[in-house]
């Protein structure tokens, strides 16, 4: 069976956040959920897990060769003026 899941990220720079998520778990939406940037992803529950990472940028944050060469997921903004975050999945390793 599939299911689909939902990963609230604290709006913090460059802290890593992890998940217990399906190994096949793939991206619906990023949206944010209140003052919750907000993951959902559909995965298979009976199949194995594995710990994801996930990191926010703000814009304007400076981003050094190799420090952030993992995969984008979405932007998020809570409201016109706030902060605006950028999410992105760590590589493996």
Known sequence: MRTIFSVGLTPSARTPQTAHLPVDAGL????MQGDTPTLWLLG???????QVTF??????DAVRDGERGD???GT???????????VFRATDG
């Open 71 to 73: 995969r984008y997921l």
């Open 44 to 50: 298979t529950t009976s199949g194995p897990t594995q």
């Open 76 to 86: 998020v903004q809570e409201h016109p003026g706030a902060p605006v975050w950028h």
């Open 28 to 31: 619906l939406c990023v949206r």
């Open 55 to 60: 990191v926010l940028l703000g814009t304007g």
